[in-house]
């Protein structure tokens, strides 16, 4: 470690589709540091709550699921109970499901309770990216960022990497789904969405990722 390294964790919050996982990855990237994408324990427990059936769906049973899923993720890739569901937790439906069953205290607890794990496991070294980072999970993180966006640029952006996945829906579509996610994350009274009160706040709507990359390691650097 040279003095130009900074002293982790570093939390990384902002709503949907503001960038947090393409800037997290690029950082951690210069860094050597590890990544990890919080939203991704979440739609794994949104994916195994679709395949049960819906009597089967109350607040218990996804608690268990929560708890006893076994998780391992790796940058962008995701392990459940030894099963590899990368390409099935990208979805819409997933999206959706995650973003429901983040509203449960003890699914939410749980989760922090294992996102607390994977952080220590990297001794520091990491960038978390979420939504109550700064705020609960890695509260004592020495630098905070909140990433944030226009609906519309946002909404841009996840509907060009769909366009790419080759699942395209309507912009209108994914506008409005955007719009109903970031309402659950905002309203929510277990760990709603804010930016914690020593966030350092960057709005991206005319920046490149390699701009916003270089903005926050010029933070984390302290220039
Ligand atoms: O970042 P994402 O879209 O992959 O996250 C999926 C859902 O998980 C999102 O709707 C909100 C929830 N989430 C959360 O409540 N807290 C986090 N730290 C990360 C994600």
Same mark, same amino acid.
């Given at each position: 470690m040279d003095d130009m390294t900074p002293r982790g964790p570093i939390a990384l919050d902002g709503p949907v589709a503001s960038g947090k996982s393409t800037v997290g990855l690029g950082i951690a990237r210069r860094l050597g540091w590890t990544f990890i994408d919080t939203g991704l324990l979440y739609r794994v427990v949104g994916l195994l709550a679709l395949r049960i059936e819906p009597p089967a769906r109350s607040d218990e049973s996804l608690e268990r699921i929560a708890v006893e899923a076994e998780m391992r993720i790796d940058s962008m890739s995701v392990h459940v109970n030894g099963e590899d569901v990368t390409a099935l937790i990208h979805s819409a439906e997933v999206a959706q499901m995650a973003s429901r069953v983040a509203e449960l205290s003890p699914v939410r607890r749980a989760l922090v309770t294992k996102q607390r794990e994977m952080a220590a496991q990297a001794g520091g070294s990491v960038v978390m990216a979420g939504r &109550?980072?700064?705020? $609960? $999970? #890695?509260? &004592? @993180?020495p630098i905070k960022i909140y990433l944030d966006a226009s609906p519309e640029a946002r909404a841009g952006r996840r509907f060009a990497e769909e366009h790419a996945r080759g699942t395209p829906r309507t912009f209108t579509d994914v506008l409005a789904d955007l719009r109903e996610r970031d309402r659950r994350d905002a309203e929510r @009274? &277990? %760990?709603?969405l804010r930016p914690a009160p020593d966030a350092r706040r960057l709005v991206t709507? %005319? #920046?490149s990722v390699e701009q916003v990359i270089d903005r926050v390691l010029d933070h984390v650097r302290g220039n």
């Open positions: &109550d980072i700064g705020t $609960v $999970v #890695l509260r &004592d @993180a @009274a &277990d %760990s709603p709507d %005319s #920046l």
